[in-house]
Nanobody, 125 residues
């Protein structure tokens, strides 16, 4: 079992930045790929970004490429999402997720093993 706890959400003006963090409970953190997902009201949850076990491979949804950056610190069992140039359409609940077997990429959308409870990001215009 992996417990994931997100933090760093909040209210920010358009054009601003936020950094989300996700702390994982297990020492075997390096066995898992990590991903960030988001869900806006009335929409389906979507993949935002993913990162491989070593941090070498990364995936980004087209909507966030060039603005968001995912990273991980395996010594701290933590994954981050740096969000820059935020837009009102980035408003959503952001979830951290972990999976032992998947590869990083759009296929992450089909499901992950473990999920955090989410943190709300609100971008005002």
């Amino acid at each position: 079992q992996v417990q994931l706890v997100e933090s760093g959400g909040g209210l920010v003006q358009a054009g601003g930045s936020l950094r989300l963090s996700c702390a994982a409970s297990r020492r075997s953190f390096t066995n898992y790929i990590m991903g960030w997902f988001r869900q806006a009201p009335g929409t389906e949850r979507e993949v935002v970004a993913g990162i491989s076990r070593t941090g070498v491979s990364k995936y980004y949804a087209d909507s966030v490429k060039g603005r968001f950056a995912i990273s991980r610190d395996n010594a701290k069992n933590t994954v981050y999402l740096q969000m820059n140039s935020l837009k009102p359409e980035d408003t959503a609940v952001y979830y951290c997720a972990a999976d032992r077997d998947r590869l990083v990429g759009p296929q992450m959308a089909s499901g992950m093993d473990y999920w955090g409870k989410g943190t709300l990001v609100t971008v005002s215009s």
